[in-house]
């Protein structure tokens, strides 16, 4: 259940830096340099030295980075001269695609220490080790972080190097301060991790509190802490929250774990430059397939649109797909297997950092010494599009402050809690206001940086000047909340007023969106002196291309702003209006014309009824149903009568018995004879053999045996009866008049009708 534990991630987002336009964005993660070291001590069961391989293997095959690099040792303790503490089991492997997979040989080397090789557990030694790893020809630049693989039981007890037996407990507590302060100096953040049943994690925390503070971001989240791994169920995922943390990375789990076959599903946020979505598959017999929010298959090397993918681990227990340029959404993770290995769960998820960029803005732009301003930061992905799920951004921090001429930096407060300055709760725009101080006399400056774990730091700035009493150009922006489609077009209003002598002209452009997604006319306004008035501005979408996989149904909510710059007045800026346009994809013919499709779908429908009410109509005039069928002997005497039933396809059919002695008609399937009602009216007779004969209403048409055919008349009660199931099923025999006598209204019957 062990022996497949994968892949971790590791990863430091790089401290802030100067704020670059969106457009020249490019998905950014560093390397870190790691050691991992493994206790092999006694202490330790053979379960939980299983673990213990497993973690080292799962810290290693799912890193982000392929400039990362680790180094992979055992240890114990030297408790004789032919003894060493430490076992090398893996050298400073740089982990591309090709070092990733030679990790898990490398590790399988680890081993629980047999007697004659020293069985206690010597830390100073290991955090020597890994200090000396992590330090020695590397770039100090790239951070440095030490996983320590132990149940945290320090025994130094049989320990020649740490003096008389009675002074080794004391010494190895002394020699382990000393490593702390080393690993410290050295910028090497330990992480601890327990294992067995009872890790001593005062000793743990002792350990994490040690080493280096200063983490990947200043936040606590990002500090080294000690954690217990309590078993195999629960090794994947307590490992990848630590390592997580430990390189500012952002942990998402999936669906919950499934056996094979089975499809899983795991989120990935639109915040993701880099990511690994890591598969527990606890049999080496399962194989994986990867479904990209859009529903395509993507490839486990290479390139496929805009996104690069690096797999490792195929044939282990545990395999991680490296993505560069995910496309955000829910993936979905296939899981096959063939018969025999499908008893053990599948899980995954997802690790993966990001870059989060804030567009700020002040209102007004160019305020008045003493005048209160609005600023507001808004948080979006490197391509400018607005965030929807807060927890894309959880643990952010927002640092603000204004600066300027004539006064001293003065710090802001921005939330996101729809109080005070802010109109509304978690909506990815922090706000706050600030005076601006009566001594500002020139230029002025509102800055905003962005941290959080996992995403790179943003800092953000938007620049102004102290306005004079009276502004020669002031105005005002009004771009309408829309739901566009790519290639529409959105119109607002500038209302602008130039009470100077001179003419101005203002340049409009929008700013922190990725070129292509937008544009903006007119580029120019030109101002007469004393031009007041009301000018159209159109924000025009780019086609369907420029905004590729992101465009779902859901849409995309663009982050942008436009900008009026007054160019002959110092650049001053007149106007800054954030765009709020949700570009939805362009509908397909049913969302288009569905009302053309309900109105023809009712006109089929209208149509299809009259046709069936019209076949049913021709059935029911071609029916014979009800007709009185009389067999007219040479004499012209009717010597039978018969009142015929429903045919088949409308025809029935009958034959002639007995014509010489008792001559009736009897209904016969596939009789000689068959007759049908004619829409003109009269009927139709049809002889097999012979073809069909009119016989009109008061006509008669000659059979054999000098018998010939007529049609009687029909009464009202004979249609009365037509729907009685026993009607006309039994033939009649016996002669009847020609003309029978009408009956009495006391008898309750009506009077005869001529066949029509």
Same mark, same amino acid.
């Given at each position: 259940m062990l022996g497949g534990a994968a892949a971790l991630i590791s990863l430091l987002a790089p401290a802030a830096h100067d704020p670059v336009p969106a457009a020249a964005s490019k998905p950014a993660f560093t390397s870190v340099n790691y050691a991992v070291a493994v206790d092999e001590s006694a202490s330790l069961a053979p379960d939980d030295m299983k673990a213990e391989k497993a973690a080292a293997a799962r810290i290693a095959v799912g890193d982000v980075s392929s400039a990362s690099h680790v180094t992979v040792f055992g240890f114990a303790a030297a408790e004789s001269g032919d003894q060493r503490a430490v076992d090398p089991v893996c050298p400073r492997t740089t982990l591309d695609a090709a070092g990733r997979d030679s990790i898990g040989g490398c590790v399988g080397k680890l081993h629980g220490r047999k007697k004659d090789e020293g069985t206690g557990t010597d830390f100073p030694s290991a955090i020597r080790q890994g200090v000396h790893e992590l330090s020695s020809g590397t770039d100090p630049s790239v951070p440095r972080v030490l996983f320590l693989l132990t149940d945290g039981q320090m025994d130094v007890t049989g320990s020649p190097q740490y003096g008389d037996p009675a002074h080794r407990k004391d010494e190895g507590e002394r020699q382990?301060?000393?490593?702390?302060?080393?690993?410290?100096?050295?910028?090497?953040?330990?992480?601890?991790?327990?294992?067995?049943?009872?890790?001593?994690?005062?000793?743990l925390d002792r350990m994490a509190a040690g080493g280096y503070q200063k983490g990947c971001v200043e936040l606590p989240s990002a500090l080294p802490t000690a954690d217990k791994i309590s078993g195999a169920k629960d090794l994947g995922a307590k490992l990848e929250k630590v390592f997580a943390a430990a390189h500012c990375l952002r942990y998402q789990p999936g669906s919950s774990p499934q056996l094979p076959p089975a499809t899983m599903e795991v989120g990935i946020s639109p915040l993701a430059t880099v990511g690994s979505i890591v598969v527990d598959k606890s049999d080496p017999k399962v194989t994986i397939t990867y479904i990209d929010p859009n529903g395509h298959q993507v490839p486990t090397s290479g390139s496929y649109r805009k996104s690069h993918f690096e797999l490792a681990g195929a044939g282990d227990t545990v395999e991680a797909l490296k993505i560069v340029d995910p496309v955000p959404g829910v993936w979905q993770v296939k899981a096959e297997a063939p018969e025999g290995h499908r008893s053990l769960p599948v899980g995954?998820?997802?690790?993966?950092?990001?870059?989060?960029?804030?567009?700020?803005?002040?209102?007004?732009?160019?305020p008045q010494a003493g005048q209160k301003a609005t600023v507001t930061m808004r948080l979006q992905t490197r391509e400018g599009y607005q965030i929807k799920d807060p927890r894309d951004y959880a643990g952010l921090r927002v640092r603000s402050?204004?600066?300027?001429?004539?006064?001293?930096? #003065?710090?802001?407060?921005?939330t996101d809690d729809g109080k005070g300055p802010d109109p509304t709760a978690s909506d990815g725009s922090f706000t706050g206001s600030v005076t601006i101080p009566h001594s500002a006399n020139g230029a002025l400056k509102v800055s905003g940086t962005l941290t959080a774990s996992?995403?790179?730091?943003?800092?953000?700035s938007e620049s102004g000047l102290v306005a004079p009493?009276?502004?020669?150009?002031?105005?005002?922006?009004?771009?309408?909340?829309?739901?566009?489609?790519?290639?529409?077009? #959105?119109?607002?209003?500038?209302?602008?007023?130039?009470?100077?002598?001179?003419?101005?002209?203002?340049?409009?452009?929008?700013?922190?969106?990725?070129?292509?997604?937008?544009?903006?006319?007119?580029?120019?306004?030109?101002?007469?002196?004393?031009?007041s008035g009301t000018k159209t501005v159109t924000v025009r979408l780019g086609p369907a291309d420029a905004f590729g996989d992101r465009l779902d149904d859901d849409g995309l909510k663009l982050g942008g702003t436009v900008t009026a710059v007054d160019t002959t007045d110092h650049e001053r800026t007149v106007v800054r209006a954030p765009l709020s346009v949700t570009v939805t994809p362009e509908p397909g013919i049913w969302d288009a014309y569905w009302w053309a499709f309900l109105i023809g779908a009712a006109v089929?429908?209208?149509?299809?009824?009259?046709?069936?009410?019209?076949?049913?109509?021709?059935?029911?005039?071609?029916?014979?149903?009800?007709?009185v069928l009389q067999l007219v002997s040479e004499d012209g005497d009717v010597v039978a009568t018969h009142p015929a039933g429903h045919g088949h396809k409308q025809?029935?059919?009958?034959?002639?018995?007995?014509?010489?002695?008792?001559?009736?008609?009897?209904?016969?399937?596939?009789?000689?004879?068959?007759?049908?009602?004619?829409?003109?009216?009269?009927?139709?007779?049809?002889?097999?053999?012979?073809?069909?004969?009119?016989?009109?209403?008061?006509?008669?048409?000659?059979?054999?045996?000098?018998?010939?055919?007529?049609?009687?008349e029909e009464t009202r009660s004979t249609k009365s009866r037509r729907n009685h199931p026993t009607w006309g099923s039994r033939p009649r025999t016996g002669r009847t008049p020609t003309t029978p006598t009408a009956a009495t209204e006391d008898d309750g019957t009506s009077t005869y009708e001529s066949y029509r």
């Amino acid at each position: 259940m062990l022996g497949g534990a994968a892949a971790l991630i590791s990863l430091l987002a790089p401290a802030a830096h100067d704020p670059v336009p969106a457009a020249a964005s490019k998905p950014a993660f560093t390397s870190v340099n790691y050691a991992v070291a493994v206790d092999e001590s006694a202490s330790l069961a053979p379960d939980d030295m299983k673990a213990e391989k497993a973690a080292a293997a799962r810290i290693a095959v799912g890193d982000v980075s392929s400039a990362s690099h680790v180094t992979v040792f055992g240890f114990a303790a030297a408790e004789s001269g032919d003894q060493r503490a430490v076992d090398p089991v893996c050298p400073r492997t740089t982990l591309d695609a090709a070092g990733r997979d030679s990790i898990g040989g490398c590790v399988g080397k680890l081993h629980g220490r047999k007697k004659d090789e020293g069985t206690g557990t010597d830390f100073p030694s290991a955090i020597r080790q890994g200090v000396h790893e992590l330090s020695s020809g590397t770039d100090p630049s790239v951070p440095r972080v030490l996983f320590l693989l132990t149940d945290g039981q320090m025994d130094v007890t049989g320990s020649p190097q740490y003096g008389d037996p009675a002074h080794r407990k004391d010494e190895g507590e002394r020699q382990l301060d000393l490593e702390l302060k080393n690993a410290r100096a050295q910028g090497v953040q330990i992480w601890p991790l327990g294992f067995g049943p009872d890790p001593d994690k005062a000793q743990l925390d002792r350990m994490a509190a040690g080493g280096y503070q200063k983490g990947c971001v200043e936040l606590p989240s990002a500090l080294p802490t000690a954690d217990k791994i309590s078993g195999a169920k629960d090794l994947g995922a307590k490992l990848e929250k630590v390592f997580a943390a430990a390189h500012c990375l952002r942990y998402q789990p999936g669906s919950s774990p499934q056996l094979p076959p089975a499809t899983m599903e795991v989120g990935i946020s639109p915040l993701a430059t880099v990511g690994s979505i890591v598969v527990d598959k606890s049999d080496p017999k399962v194989t994986i397939t990867y479904i990209d929010p859009n529903g395509h298959q993507v490839p486990t090397s290479g390139s496929y649109r805009k996104s690069h993918f690096e797999l490792a681990g195929a044939g282990d227990t545990v395999e991680a797909l490296k993505i560069v340029d995910p496309v955000p959404g829910v993936w979905q993770v296939k899981a096959e297997a063939p018969e025999g290995h499908r008893s053990l769960p599948v899980g995954v998820s997802v690790l993966w950092q990001g870059e989060l960029r804030g567009a700020i803005t002040m209102d007004p732009p160019s305020p008045q010494a003493g005048q209160k301003a609005t600023v507001t930061m808004r948080l979006q992905t490197r391509e400018g599009y607005q965030i929807k799920d807060p927890r894309d951004y959880a643990g952010l921090r927002v640092r603000s402050e204004l600066t300027g001429d004539g006064f001293a930096a #003065v710090p802001l407060r921005l939330t996101d809690d729809g109080k005070g300055p802010d109109p509304t709760a978690s909506d990815g725009s922090f706000t706050g206001s600030v005076t601006i101080p009566h001594s500002a006399n020139g230029a002025l400056k509102v800055s905003g940086t962005l941290t959080a774990s996992g995403l790179s730091a943003d800092t953000r700035s938007e620049s102004g000047l102290v306005a004079p009493d009276v502004l020669p150009v002031s105005g005002t922006l009004r771009l309408p909340a829309a739901d566009a489609h790519p290639g529409d077009e #959105v119109t607002g209003t500038l209302n602008v007023h130039n009470t100077g002598k001179t003419p101005h002209t203002l340049r409009l452009s929008v700013a922190d969106l990725q070129p292509g997604l937008v544009s903006v006319t007119p580029a120019e306004i030109e101002l007469t002196p004393h031009d007041s008035g009301t000018k159209t501005v159109t924000v025009r979408l780019g086609p369907a291309d420029a905004f590729g996989d992101r465009l779902d149904d859901d849409g995309l909510k663009l982050g942008g702003t436009v900008t009026a710059v007054d160019t002959t007045d110092h650049e001053r800026t007149v106007v800054r209006a954030p765009l709020s346009v949700t570009v939805t994809p362009e509908p397909g013919i049913w969302d288009a014309y569905w009302w053309a499709f309900l109105i023809g779908a009712a006109v089929i429908a209208a149509v299809v009824a009259v046709v069936l009410a019209w076949l049913r109509q021709r059935r029911g005039r071609l029916d014979p149903y009800g007709l009185v069928l009389q067999l007219v002997s040479e004499d012209g005497d009717v010597v039978a009568t018969h009142p015929a039933g429903h045919g088949h396809k409308q025809w029935y059919e009958f034959a002639v018995v007995e014509p010489h002695r008792s001559p009736r008609i009897e209904r016969r399937n596939h009789g000689r004879y068959a007759i049908q009602r004619s829409p003109e009216g009269g009927a139709w007779l049809r002889e097999r053999g012979a073809g069909r004969t009119r016989l009109t209403a008061h006509g008669t048409v000659p059979l054999a045996d000098g018998l010939s055919l007529s049609l009687g008349e029909e009464t009202r009660s004979t249609k009365s009866r037509r729907n009685h199931p026993t009607w006309g099923s039994r033939p009649r025999t016996g002669r009847t008049p020609t003309t029978p006598t009408a009956a009495t209204e006391d008898d309750g019957t009506s009077t005869y009708e001529s066949y029509r």
